[in-house]
């Protein structure tokens, strides 16, 4: 009894250091389940003791009604081991609700891992996807395309307030986690298994597009300001194209005619044609500033123009007063005067 006695002790001690041992604080969900099924293991163990204790309980009594001479000695040890036993119990019991416990915290974790991951990822691409778009390079021509930019762009802009919301949203989950962990002294071994996508890189990329959103605006705004000019200038050269351009057309048709027509002596005929002189020459300021006009929108490189059909290089030719009398088939000694004739 005395041998049985001693391994009772031996192995008492053993398992009570074990069953205080909060390895489960450091155990991911997967460990900590596999410490249930250990700890499951050791109370079926256990239980297979408890005849064997109450074995010893039985001999105890049975020496003392047989009045043996150490009975107190025995009965000291025999409460010792009931003590004992009791204590394994009491710490089986507690080790299995800690570890239950630790388990339903450790799913509520992974579940917010999991619910953290399946919203962080569509967001982080959203915020890759927005960067890109705002760092996008923009070629237009007309207002129409500027204004559908900044149309698009405003449009961005109202779902800010909502994906901020989104944001903080993941965010919290995230912080739940880490409540739950920290006020259960749970010790979280590496970061969310689901995503790479962390907070700080959630933040550091809303802060990229936040600082982006600004600059998107100016660009959109300066590039409106240059097409508002551009078309200013369209506007311009179309509204004095849309008149000088009748008017050379019908002087070359004169000229023509005349070239076809002639009448009269050559002085006549000269006489005549330096009155079409005299008026181009008159009607020069407005062929200056149309070419004024024109070099403005070559500067501003501008290549289209729906307000007008007329351009520099193919319908406004731009009449020469010297060409006059050649293009009536005039000999320039006829240019000379009567006196030359003579």
């Known amino acids: 009894m005395q041998r049985r006695r001693s391994q009772k002790a031996r192995r008492g001690k053993g398992k009570e250091a074990m069953l205080k041992h909060r390895d489960y604080e450091t155990a991911t969900l997967s460990d900590i389940k596999a410490l249930i099924r250990k700890h499951e293991a050791f109370e079926s163990d256990l239980a297979a003791h408890q005849d064997r204790v109450e074995q010893i309980a039985a ?34 019991h507690s080790r299995r609700e800690a570890l239950e416990k630790t388990e339903k915290q450790l799913e509520t974790i992974d579940q917010l891992h999991l619910e953290y ?39 961005f802009k109202s779902t800010l307030p909502d994906a901020d919301r989104e944001r903080e949203a993941i965010l919290a989950i995230h912080k739940e986690a880490q409540r739950i962990a920290e006020s259960n002294h749970i010790k979280l071994s590496g970061s969310n298994p ?24 100016h660009a959109l ?21 849309n008149i000088v351009g009748p008017w050379i057309q019908t002087k070359m048709e004169e000229i023509g005619r005349i070239s076809i027509e002639m009448n009269g002596t050559l002085e006549d005929q000269l006489s005549h044609l330096k009155q079409y002189e005299r008026s181009i020459v ?21 290549f289209d123009n729906k307000h007008t059909n007329y351009t520099m290089e193919a319908s406004l ?26």
Request: proline share 6%; net charge negative; charged share 20%.
């Open 317 to 342: 030719p731009r009449p020469h007063p010297l060409a006059l009398p050649r293009a009536c088939g005039i000999p320039m000694a006829a240019q000379a005067g009567p006196g030359w004739l003579s």
């Open 282 to 302: 008159d009607y020069k300021p407005n062929l200056d500033l149309l070419e004024q006009q024109h070099q403005l929108i070559q500067e501003a490189l501008i």
């Open 194 to 217: 689901y995503t790479t996508v962390t907070p700080q890189i959630i933040n550091s990329k809303w802060e990229k597009v936040q600082q982006l959103v600004p600059k998107r605006d």
């Open 117 to 155: 991951a399946k919203r962080a990822a569509p967001f982080n691409n959203w915020m890759e996807s927005a960067m890109e778009d705002l760092q996008d390079m923009f070629i237009v021509h007309t207002i129409e395309e500027i204004e559908g930019l900044i149309s698009a762009h405003d449009q």
């Open 59 to 92: 001999i105890a009594q049975e020496l003392n009604e047989l009045d043996y001479y150490d009975s107190h000695n025995v009965n000291t040890r025999c409460q010792k081991i009931c003590d004992q036993w009791d204590a394994l119990g009491s710490l089986t």
């Open 221 to 241: 705004l300066e590039e409106q300001s240059k097409q508002q000019s551009n078309e200013h200038l369209r506007r311009q050269f179309a509204s004095q194209a």
